[in-house]
């Protein structure tokens, strides 16, 4: 290669970085650092943002809060496509002080009755569900300050421990986090743990999107899609009953892409009336969703394509992947959607279902990566 070949490649390498990095969103359009910059329990926390140049993600060691994920829509427009708050005080305050957008453990998701049987012993757990415990219990990751191991440009590594007791569950849970930007776009959550007893262990990522950014009105026009032949069918209270149901004629059945809005139910104006029961769901139609779908994995423990949305709107396309046998899609409030990586619903108590118990001497691992692109 010559000289002056060289010097032409290596300008054109730099004019196509400088290309890719003037896609990502601009400091002026990030959250503020210095709204996170704040210390919690004795521990410093702050706001963490990684990026790869043209996807950017903001973290804080906080709960493990996603506070920020930057896409461009399909004309090149960035905005935060995930629910939020912008200070650590919204976080911390009140009925803010919640799991939306938080690392779950250790046992994300619900157990029934709040206890369970392990190795002939039954532990009893804080009840924060009724009568049942919800994402670990009141001492979970979500309220855990997290110590901050390594940052780089494209990645954070956090750790905390949960100690024997908390919450009732047995034995020291040691974990790690990595949040990481892909080269290929997609933002990736990944967990190590391990303990020093038998216990439960099934973590999960609260996160919450709308494809459109935020404020939006609704998920309605999103399409989605999961590679599940069966749901876990749950009593009044979502607790799973142990029996398996099929998607197919449901709506469950998002085995092809399906416009939300298709299936879930929408009150007509002025059906709901103070003290009187609420409308019946049509057949075919669900109020909205919360449901643990059980996935169709080509070989356990395979990170691999289980789910899409996609917003016809602003063009973003989100493919899932991950390696966990089940993925809990969440409606709830219409205007954003979870697509929850993760074990089933109360595994302990269920005979049937994936194991959850983890030993000493084993090591727990579960990515799940949300990866973006525009049609």
């Known amino acids: 290669m010559t000289v002056r070949k060289y010097v032409a490649l290596c300008a054109l390498s730099l004019l196509c970085s400088i290309a890719a990095c003037s896609q990502a969103p601009a400091p002026g359009d990030l959250i503020d650092k210095t709204a996170f910059d704040t210390e919690i329990d004795g521990k410093p926390v702050s706001l963490y943002t990684i990026t790869n140049g043209r996807i950017t993600a903001q973290v804080t060691n906080y709960a493990g809060y996603i506070v920020g994920i930057y896409t461009p829509d399909k004309n090149g427009n960035y905005t935060n496509i995930v629910s939020h708050n912008d200070s650590i005080q919204l976080y911390t305050r009140g009925f803010s002080r919640n799991p939306l957008g938080a690392a779950l453990g250790r046992y994300a998701n619900r157990i029934g009755n709040a206890s369970f049987t392990l190795d002939g012993v039954k532990y009893e757990l804080t009840k924060n569900n009724g009568a049942h415990t919800l994402h670990g219990g009141t001492k979970g990751f979500d309220h855990t300050v997290w110590d901050v191991e390594k940052v780089t440009r494209n990645s954070v590594v956090m750790s905390c421990v949960l100690p024997d007791g908390t919450d009732g569950f047995p034995g020291t849970l040691k974990t790690t986090l990595t949040f990481s930007i892909t080269p290929d776009d997609g933002v990736s959550v990944s967990y190590e743990a391990t303990t020093d007893k038998p216990t439960v262990c099934n973590l999960s990522h609260h996160v919450y999107f709308n494809l459109d950014g935020f404020p939006a009105e609704s998920v309605n026009d999103h399409v989605v899609s ?141 990515t799940v990566v949300y990866k973006f692109s525009v049609k």
């Open 226 to 366: 999961i590679n599940a032949d069966n749901i876990t069918e749950v009593d009044a209270t979502l607790i799973p009953t142990g029996k398996f149901v099929p998607v197919a004629g449901t709506a469950f059945d998002l085995r092809q892409p399906t416009r939300i809005g298709d299936r879930q139910f929408t009150m007509p104006r002025g059906a709901f009336v103070p003290g009187q029961p609420m409308p019946e769901v049509p057949e075919g139609k669900v109020r909205s969703y919360d449901n643990n779908f059980c996935l169709n994995h080509s070989a356990a423990g395979k990170l691999e394509p289980v789910a899409t949305a996609y917003s016809p709107n602003s063009g973003r396309f989100m493919e899932v992947l991950n390696n966990q046998p089940g993925l809990q899609l969440y409606t709830g409030g219409r205007t954003a959607f979870a697509m929850e990586s993760q074990l089933y619903p109360d595994c302990p108590n269920q005979p049937d279902f994936p194991s959850s118990v983890l030993r000493p001497g084993e090591t727990y691992r579960h």
